[in-house]
């Protein structure tokens, strides 16, 4: 039998390697256990100095970086690498209906939109909440369709998409945190406002210029902008137009754009184009005359050649018939001496 000195040290290295387990190996993945592994060996066997090489690694979040596509395509789907499989797979479990918006940089004109995660989706984030990620207001809510321009693979896009925020369409959170009287006068009045449908001022459309506000209650009431024409000078309410219209504005010295709903009848409708078919008009008006211009100019060129031509052709028959005449008149001398022979011959 063994003595008890013997099973007392199997006992403690049992107990030893069982807690350098728990404290250096337990909790690695495969990869961190076998580089742990190596890195042991060659520390305790090895005859050089360790030394640690950090090979390039590439995980499955490299993988879904490299490639993602915010709208894929049909040649993606038929790919059929690992990358392309791990990526759909990951694609098929976001929810395309409404997008999740970064707005931290929207000074600079920069946003960023993804779709919702299912925990999103289940909190109503983005669509019964604000869309923006670092807000969280459920009232006040506008569902906007936004004309996304973004680069991905070195490629220009678009896409429009659903996005729901909150009021943000003049006032930024800076002016909300104002406290002076000015504008606390101000917000009083724009929450008055209803957001929805806009009222537009066309009276200069011919120059390309035309002004958009809000509604008040009273037009609200009226069904102006909704159900009746949305320009201020027109009260049509058959046949109307639900159009979706950039708006770009100068507002306190910056360039800002919003994309806002208006109401129009048909003959309102072609003045938001107006100035811009007039332009094309007038362009091609001047390439019509260039390219008359330019014809005209050609038959005119044809016109002096032909005529080099024919004085080319008369001056040489001039030519011709000086010749023959000199030739006539040798001929006749020759005949008149030989009728009329000279005194030597007789």
Same mark, same amino acid.
């Given at each position: 039998?063994?003595?008890?000195?013997?099973?007392?040290?199997?006992?403690?290295?049992?107990?030893?390697?069982?807690?350098?387990?728990?404290?250096?190996?337990?909790?690695?993945?495969?990869?961190?256990?076998?580089?742990?592994?190596?890195?042991?060996?060659?520390?305790?066997?090895?005859?050089?100095?360790?030394?640690?090489?950090? +090979?390039?690694?590439?995980?499955?979040?490299?993988?879904?970086?490299?490639?993602?596509?915010?709208?894929?395509?049909?040649?993606?789907? +038929?790919?059929?690498?690992?990358?392309?499989?791990?990526?759909?797979?990951?694609?098929?479990?976001?929810?395309?209906?409404?997008?999740? !918006?970064?707005?931290?940089?929207?000074?600079?004109?920069?946003?960023?939109?993804?779709?919702?995660?299912?925990?999103?989706?289940?909190?109503?984030?983005?669509?019964?909440?604000?869309?923006?990620?670092?807000?969280?207001?459920?009232?006040?809510?506008?569902?906007?369709?936004?004309?996304?321009?973004?680069?991905? !693979?070195?490629?220009?896009?678009? !896409?429009?998409?659903?996005?729901?925020?909150?009021?943000?369409?003049?006032?930024?959170?800076?002016?909300?945190?104002?406290?002076?009287?000015?504008?606390?006068?101000?917000?009083?009045?724009?929450?008055?406002?209803?957001?929805?449908?806009?009222?537009?001022?066309?009276?200069?459309?011919?120059?390309?210029?035309?002004?958009?506000?809000?509604?008040?209650?009273?037009?609200?009431?009226?069904?102006?902008?909704?159900?009746?024409?949305?320009?201020?000078?027109?009260?049509?309410?058959?046949?109307?137009?639900?159009?979706?219209?950039?708006?770009?504005?100068?507002?306190?010295?910056?360039?800002?754009?919003?994309?806002?709903?208006?109401?129009?009848?048909?003959?309102?409708?072609?003045?938001?184009?107006?100035?811009?078919?007039?332009?094309?008009?007038?362009?091609?008006?001047?390439?019509?005359?260039?390219?008359?211009?330019?014809?005209?100019?050609?038959?005119?060129?044809?016109?002096?050649?032909?005529?080099?031509?024919?004085?080319?052709?008369?001056?040489?028959?001039?030519?011709?018939?000086?010749?023959?005449?000199?030739?006539?008149?040798?001929?006749?001398?020759?005949?008149?001496?030989?009728?009329?022979?000279?005194?030597?011959?007789?």
């Amino acid at each position: 039998m063994a003595s008890s000195a013997t099973i007392r040290s199997e006992i403690y290295d049992r107990e030893e390697r069982k807690q350098q387990y728990q404290a250096h190996i337990r909790g690695l993945n495969a990869y961190e256990r076998h580089k742990k592994f190596l890195k042991d060996y060659v520390r305790f066997y090895g005859k050089d100095k360790p030394t640690e090489v950090k +090979l390039p690694v590439k995980t499955d979040h490299d993988t879904l970086r490299e490639g993602y596509r915010f709208i894929r395509s049909e040649e993606d789907d +038929l790919n059929p690498s690992w990358e392309q499989r791990l990526v759909k797979r990951y694609y098929d479990k976001l929810f395309k209906e409404y997008c999740i !918006a970064d707005m931290s940089r929207y000074k600079t004109g920069q946003m960023g939109l993804r779709w919702r995660t299912e925990k999103e989706v289940m909190s109503g984030k983005g669509q019964f909440m604000c869309g923006s990620k670092q807000c969280h207001e459920i009232e006040g809510l506008l569902n906007l369709q936004v004309n996304f321009s973004y680069h991905e !693979a070195g490629e220009h896009k678009q !896409a429009l998409v659903k996005l729901v925020t909150c009021e943000r369409f003049i006032r930024s959170e800076e002016d909300d945190l104002n406290p002076s009287w000015e504008q606390r006068l101000v917000k009083r009045y724009y929450d008055k406002l209803f957001k929805e449908y806009c009222i537009a001022d066309m009276s200069r459309y011919k120059t390309g210029q035309m002004g958009l506000r809000w509604r008040t209650e009273k037009e609200v009431m009226s069904g102006k902008g909704q159900f009746m024409c949305g320009s201020k000078q027109c009260h049509e309410i058959e046949g109307l137009l639900n159009l979706q219209v950039n708006f770009s504005y100068h507002e306190a010295g910056e360039h800002k754009q919003a994309l806002v709903k208006l109401v129009t009848c048909e003959r309102c409708a072609e003045k938001l184009y107006y100035k811009r078919r007039k332009d094309a008009e007038r362009s091609e008006s001047k390439e019509k005359k260039r390219q008359k211009r330019k014809r005209n100019r050609s038959s005119s060129e044809d016109d002096i050649e032909e005529e080099e031509r024919r004085k080319g052709k008369k001056n040489k028959s001039k030519l011709e018939g000086c010749e023959r005449e000199g030739k006539d008149d040798e001929n006749f001398d020759e005949f008149m001496e030989g009728m009329f022979p000279g005194k030597g011959d007789n």
